[in-house]
């Protein structure tokens, strides 16, 4: 999810992506879907509590749909107390339409390193392991795993193209890495970067960094350098540990040729299985009254970094940004406690702990545009009682 100051001109990044891939704590009960009606022309399912009407919801999810400002929604799915009470797709999507995450997969690459930090394999404050990072007198070895999630390792990094700067988009680091030169291999870009502030000193959104993070984790579960193995010890641990326990089955990760996880971009699932994930870290790390993931880390996702108040371990919060940069929640219209997985053009799950509520919203939105969205999600926030 890039700020304003890397705002992503989403036309090009999505003609850009098109053309090049085509080339290369408490616990309650875990939802079961429940049946979907068929519309006039989409996939529907209204179930309503006790809280919300049926009709009330089917009133709030329409202009995800039917205004053009909300332009374009695929699904939204809405849980509250731990069940599905309202989802609808656009036509040609329904429950078991996988949906790409963009910057969403930023949040599952942290949930999965504190897996990987409480399994004792590697530690938040500790010299991040990188080897090229270790040698005499290189600042990049001050860079810990703590820096990498709140987005303040010091590499340089252009998210994506800034306003009023005349770099075209396909020398920004984002697209390079993904598309372009670093496509091969994401984290060998990522980690050759230069240092352009001391560590912790400064925030910089990158999904490089997500990327590096992606390579720790693969490398502290294997020593092989055979993109197979390495693909394959991810995905088996990513399984074992998150997604099967949690029931999402439709999880899909991308890796690149290297075999390292796409961990700040591309991972793929239903409406569903990400309103799982919102839901487990809502009940903090802890699904059908087992513990997976330590209350502490999530603690840790959801404490504000020390560079920007709105941004957490590889998560973002509805709290007031710095001046200069573009708000990304709704602090004035909800609780301060309510977090949310952010995805370019217009991914969303946001989550209120406080209302037992979590919303998924995907779809294929302009990054600039994302304000009626974003109103229309903290409307349904605010149909709910809190506490």
């Not at 001391?198 to 910089?204: C, Q």
């Not at 390292?260 to 793929?268: D, E, F």
């Not at 997976?292 to 957490?312: E, H, I, K, Q």
């Not at 977090?339 to 919203?361: D, E, M, W, Y």
Request: aromatic share 6%.
């Amino acid at each position: 999810m890039p700020t304003k100051k890397h705002t992503l001109t989403a036309t090009a990044f999505s003609l850009l992506s098109a053309a090049l891939l085509s080339s290369c704590g408490n616990s309650e009960p875990q939802a079961k879907p429940d049946s979907v009606q068929n519309g006039a022309d989409y996939v529907a399912n209204y179930a309503g509590d006790a809280a919300v009407s049926k009709q009330t919801l089917e009133k709030a999810l329409a202009p995800f749909f039917e205004d053009p400002a909300l332009s374009e929604t695929r699904a939204v799915l809405v849980m509250h107390g731990g069940r599905i009470v309202a989802e609808r797709y656009a036509p040609g999507y329904g429950p078991d339409s996988k949906l790409i995450s963009w910057s969403m997969a930023k949040t599952v690459t942290a949930t999965l390193m504190g897996l990987m930090i409480a399994d004792g394999r590697l530690a938040l404050d500790e010299p991040a392991p990188v080897a090229e990072w270790q040698q005499t007198n290189d600042p990049r070895s001050k860079i810990t795993i703590r820096h990498l999630l709140y987005m303040s390792s010091g590499l340089d990094h252009t998210e994506a193209v800034e306003p009023g700067n005349p770099e075209p988009i396909y020398e920004t680091d984002t697209p390079r890495m993904l598309f372009l030169d670093g496509r091969e291999n994401v984290a060998r870009y990522a980690e050759t970067r230069p240092m352009e502030a001391k560590a912790g000193e400064k925030f910089e959104y990158s999904s490089a960094t997500s990327n590096i993070l992606a390579d720790i984790m693969t490398r502290s579960l294997t020593s092989s350098k055979d993109p197979a193995v390495r693909r394959d010890a991810m995905l088996e641990y990513a399984k074992g540990r998150l997604f099967d326990p949690l029931g999402m089955d439709s999880m899909t990760p991308e890796f690149d040729r290297a075999g390292t996880m796409l961990g700040g971009s591309m991972m793929h699932a239903t409406a569903r299985d990400w309103a799982k994930l919102g839901e487990f870290l809502r009940n903090n790390g802890s699904v059908q009254g087992a513990q997976l993931l330590p209350t502490s880390w999530t603690r840790f996702m959801r404490s504000s970094s020390p560079n920007d108040p709105a941004y957490g371990g590889h998560i973002w919060l509805n709290k007031k940004r710095p001046e200069g940069r573009n708000q990304v929640l709704f602090p004035d219209r909800a609780s301060s406690d309510v977090f949310a997985l952010l995805g370019h053009l217009g991914q969303n799950v946001v989550v209120s702990p406080q209302q037992k509520l979590t919303i998924v919203r995907l779809g294929k939105t302009a990054n600039d545009k994302m304000d009626p969205v974003n109103d229309q999600i903290a409307r349904v926030i605010n149909l709910f009682p809190k506490g």
